[in-house]
């Protein structure tokens, strides 16, 4: 299991709070009822939209966050993915969203740590989904992770041309508890380059067999 860090941090600041981990059960019991892996992560980002549209739709969220459209500096950042959401991102590939190949065996090679992803250059982290315009191609179907990261001020503070990031997120609890949960129930998690390279080799070694 590789929680995300803002998500892990979250857990250990609320694992104390009952409202908190009323969530988590609740996130863990749902996904044991779905037999789909992409509709487990469906379920998931339509329940951390659903939370963050309280957040998010705040008058001063609104008029202070920079994150709009063509904005990509944390798309530049390590992000994890659980297992169904890999399957869920391969699907939109299957479905004809093209991804630089050379780009994923770069970033897949790079692992999960993340002190190994921050040793590419900038350009070489730039996700997969990102189109030339620096917007999202899954935008849909975009990470957990993805849904969570708005920040307040100045778009610049995201920038990790350095390999440092410096942000002040907007804080969502109840998303992270949701993300904290998803992962925890997930069989299998890892960075989002990494897991996608896994599913379509097994997709690709499959078919081989067959
Ligand atoms: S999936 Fe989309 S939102 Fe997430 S890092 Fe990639 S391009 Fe950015």
Redesign the pocket.
């Known amino acids: 299991m590789k929680v995300p860090a803002i998500a892990n941090k979250s857990f250990e600041e609320l694992s104390k709070k009952p409202e908190f981990m009323v969530i988590v059960q609740f996130i863990i019991d749902k996904l044991s009822k779905i037999p789909f892996s992409m509709k487990r992560a469906k379920v998931i980002h339509q329940t951390i939209d659903e939370f963050n549209n309280e957040v998010f739709s705040h008058p001063l969220v609104k008029q202070f966050s920079p994150c709009k459209s063509g904005c990509?500096a944390?798309?530049h950042t390590q992000?994890s993915v659980t297992r169904d959401e890999a399957e869920l991102l391969v699907q939109r590939i299957a479905d004809g969203v093209e991804i630089n190949i050379d780009q994923l065996i770069l970033q897949a090679q790079a692992g999960d740590d993340a002190s190994d992803f921050y040793k590419l250059d900038y350009k070489e982290r730039g996700?997969i989904?990102?189109d030339e315009n620096g917007a999202?191609k899954?935008?849909n179907d975009?990470?957990s992770v993805?849904r969570t990261n708005a920040v307040l001020g100045d778009a610049s503070q995201c920038m990790t041309n350095d390999g440092h990031q410096q942000v002040r997120l907007v804080k969502t609890p109840q998303s992270d508890m949701v993300i904290y949960a998803s992962f925890l129930y997930a069989q299998e998690s890892g960075s989002?380059p990494t897991m996608v390279y896994k599913v379509l080799d097994q997709i690709n070694n499959e078919v081989k067999e067959s």
């Open positions: 990509s944390c798309c992000v996700c989904f990102l999202c899954v935008y975009r990470p993805c989002l």
